[in-house]
C-alpha cells in the first residue's frame, strides 16, 4: 500500500513538472532579431519586453504575445481613450479601465481635468514591472504611480460584481485570450459590464484585433478604408444605429448587442479601424479594431471625427 501511494505521489510530481515545463514552452518567444531587456513570469502569464535590434522599436510581450509597439502605443490608445472621451455629451467625471497591464489607458486618462480614474489590473507582478522599470516608467508617463489613479490588483471579472458605481467611460482592454484569468464565459461578464457597471450617457470601449478576433469583419474593412482615403477628418467612424445594423454586426461584436438595442432604442456603436503596421523581431500586428458602445446617441459635433452610416457599405 505504501509503495503504491509513493508511486502515486511519484507520478503526480512529474506530470506537474511535465505540465509546468510544457507551459513555459509555450510561452517561449522566438527571439530572432530581438534583445530581450526584461523578462518576467507571473501566476498568470511571462511578461518579455523586447527591442528589436535593427528598429530599436520595443514592445511587450504577454504569454508569447505581443501587446503593445512603441511605434503605434500613443496612437491605440488616443484611440481607446480620447476619442470616445470626444464623443462624450458631457465631459466624463469619472472613468473605469479594466486590464491596461501596461499603463498607456491610464496614462491617456490621467490628462483629463478632475477626473476619477479606477484602474483594476489582474497580475500584481506586471504592475510592479511598470511602476518600477524605467522604460515602461518613461514611456507610460509614470501612470503607475500618479497618485491620483486608483489602481487595484484584482481579477476584473470578480472586481465588477463588487463595483457599485457607474461610470462616463469604460476601457475594456483585457488580454482575455492571453492572460490566464477566472473567467472562461466572457459573454455573461461582458454583459454585466454594459448593463450595470456604464451610465446611461457613457461609452463602453472595446479593443479587438482585426483578424484574430473578428474574421467576419475582413469583407467590410477594405471599403472602410477606401472611404477613410476620401474623409478630410482625422477620425473616421462607422456608426451603428438601426435594428438592421446591428443584426449584421451582432455576429461580430463582443457584447450582447441585440439585448442592447432592446433595452436602450436610441443606443449607437461606433467602429473605428487603424492599420498599426507594426513589427518587433518576428512579432506584428496590423489593423485594429475599436467598439465604441453608447446607450445613447454620441456626439457627433467633435471637428476631427467624421461618422459614416454602416448601411452604406454593409454587404
Avoid: W
Amino acid at each position: 500500500m505504501k509503495n503504491s501511494l509513493f508511486i502515486l505521489l511519484i507520478i503526480t510530481v512529474c506530470i506537474f513538472v511535465i505540465r509546468m515545463y510544457m507551459s513555459r514552452q509555450s510561452t517561449r518567444i522566438d527571439i530572432s532579431g530581438l534583445e530581450i531587456l526584461n523578462h518576467l513570469e507571473s501566476p498568470y502569464q511571462t511578461i518579455d519586453l523586447v527591442r528589436d535590434k535593427n528598429t530599436k522599436q520595443v514592445a511587450m510581450l504577454l504569454n508569447g504575445e505581443i501587446q503593445n509597439h512603441t511605434k503605434e502605443y500613443k496612437k491605440s490608445h488616443y484611440a481607446m481613450v480620447d476619442i470616445p472621451i470626444k464623443m462624450l455629451t458631457n465631459d466624463p467625471k469619472n472613468i473605469l479601465i479594466l486590464g491596461g497591464g501596461d499603463g498607456y489607458p491610464a496614462m491617456r486618462a490621467l490628462k483629463q481635468p478632475n477626473v476619477y480614474i479606477k484602474n483594476v489590473e489582474i497580475d500584481d507582478t506586471l504592475i510592479n514591472f511598470v511602476k518600477t522599470n524605467p522604460i515602461m516608467r518613461k514611456l507610460s508617463e509614470d501612470s503607475f504611480n500618479d497618485t491620483r489613479l486608483d489602481l487595484t490588483a484584482m481579477d476584473a471579472y470578480k472586481y465588477i460584481y463588487e463595483e457599485t458605481k457607474q461610470f462616463d467611460l469604460i476601457v475594456y482592454d483585457l488580454a482575455r485570450e492571453v492572460t490566464n484569468n477566472t473567467a472562461t464565459e466572457f459573454e455573461r461578464h461582458d454583459d454585466h459590464i454594459l448593463g450595470n457597471l456604464l451610465n446611461d450617457t457613457g461609452i463602453l470601449v472595446y479593443t479587438a484585433d482585426l483578424y484574430a478576433d473578428t474574421p467576419s469583419l475582413k469583407s467590410v474593412h477594405k471599403q472602410y478604408f477606401k472611404l477613410k482615403d476620401k474623409s478630410f477628418r482625422k477620425h473616421f467612424i462607422l456608426l451603428i444605429q438601426s435594428d438592421k445594423d446591428f443584426d449584421v454586426l451582432s455576429k461580430s461584436c463582443p457584447m450582447n448587442i441585440k439585448k442592447l438595442k432592446e433595452t436602450h432604442p436610441a443606443s449607437e456603436i461606433g467602429i473605428l479601424m487603424y492599420n498599426l503596421n507594426c513589427r518587433c523581431g518576428n512579432y506584428g500586428y496590423n489593423e485594429e479594431l475599436y467598439f465604441y458602445i453608447s446607450k445613447q446617441p454620441f456626439n457627433k459635433m467633435h471637428q476631427d471625427i467624421e461618422f459614416y452610416p454602416f448601411n452604406n457599405i454593409a454587404t
